[in-house]
């Protein structure tokens, strides 16, 4: 048994969707209102339960009997460890699209099963797999212009206002404080409009770095749209449910007449030479859900050893990618750097 809690959410029905497709199950599908869940899902081989992730007797009764769980709910930073408690607590396996700070389980648990963090993790490890003997050197950009849902946007302002993110930070054979400086108006190659660079430094990269033995890593976020780069200038001073809201309407405002896209690009330097892998998909909730179901197969199928892991770092990079590719992930390697790929206009090739 199966269970997804979220599973009809904006992540959460991709993953019951692509966990369906598999064969994977059998399938319970948990949230709030379970007849929404039943309608949007209609068709769907699985059992629709209420439980609200609140509630610890709810959420105790929904993992009992479960062999894996997978959490698409939210926000991450609310619900903390309670879900995992829970179902590590029944002897089930666990999965989460979110991180996790301080998880100190006995049990197979994979965190950070989404896209950021999660795919902007496994896709550089793919590229360096697939290309290199070894990679001596790494920049990573990252960007997107999509719908920014409450939670997602109540996980971000609650992350910008902790620790784990390192503004300007990169990677020279080891973590360095303010190596770059933010810049805007940038035009960047496969991006459709000039945006703004916002250098950094997260766990995930580090992570990346020291497994591959980079002497050099750089990651920056690529904002995308007037709107969105005005919002993420105002929101640190306000209160947290008005730096909600205007995150949120200032995505809805820079899709108007516009067409969602995620994009990472990914350039690396080693032997053989430079190569930029070029990764596009249609939206964040479609790519998290995805990856997370391709997480909690791989959980199911004994193919992850017992531990707490980052997806990143445990999952098969090959695999991810060609449980992607075929839908909705785009995947094109270049010989050269990102500059001399030059600006794609609108964003095709």
């Known amino acids: 048994m199966i269970g997804i809690l979220g599973g009809y959410g904006d992540v959460g029905r991709f993953a019951t969707l692509a966990l369906h497709t ?176 916002l250098p950094y430094l997260d766990s995930e990269g580090e992570s990346l770095a020291s497994t591959l033995g980079l002497t050099a890593g750089d990651w920056f976020s690529v904002l995308c749209g007037p709107a969105v780069r005005a919002a993420f200038d105002r929101v640190h001073g306000l209160p947290r449910a008005d730096a909600v809201a205007q995150l949120c309407r200032a995505a809805r405002l820079d899709l108007v007449g516009r067409e969602p896209f995620v994009l990472l690009l990914v350039e690396a330097h080693g032997e053989p030479g430079i190569r930029t892998g070029v990764f596009r998909g249609r939206s964040n909730a479609e790519l998290t859900g995805l990856t997370a179901a391709l997480a909690t197969v791989a959980v199911a199928r004994g193919n992850v050893p017992p531990g707490v892991h980052h997806a990143a770092d445990v999952l098969d990079p090959h695999a991810v990618v060609e449980g992607l590719r075929d839908g909705p992930l785009e995947v094109t390697v270049f010989a050269g750097t990102v500059d001399s790929l030059g600006r794609v206009e609108g964003g095709v090739l």
């Open 22 to 197: 598999a064969g994977a199950g059998p399938l319970r599908v948990g949230g709030r209102r379970p007849e929404i869940g039943r309608r949007l899902l209609d068709g769907i081989d699985a059992s629709f339960t209420a439980v609200d992730h609140a509630d610890d007797d709810a959420v105790r009764r929904f993992v009992t009997g479960c062999d894996v769980v997978l959490n698409c709910a939210g926000p991450a930073h609310r619900i903390g460890t309670r879900i995992l408690d829970e179902a590590v607590r029944g002897g089930a396996a666990y999965v989460d699209v979110s991180d996790l700070a301080a998880v100190d389980v006995t049990g197979t648990v994979v965190l950070a099963a989404g896209l950021r963090p999660g795919l902007t993790g496994l896709l550089p490890r793919w590229l360096a797999r697939a290309e290199f003997a070894t990679v001596r050197r790494m920049s990573c950009y990252f960007g997107l212009r999509d719908r920014f849902t409450e939670v997602a946007a109540d996980d971000y302002v609650h992350a910008s206002s902790g620790g784990g993110l390192h503004p300007l930070a990169a990677w020279r054979d080891g973590p360095r404080a303010r190596v770059h400086t933010r810049r805007t108006d940038v035009e960047v190659p496969f991006f459709p409009e000039p945006a703004a660079l």
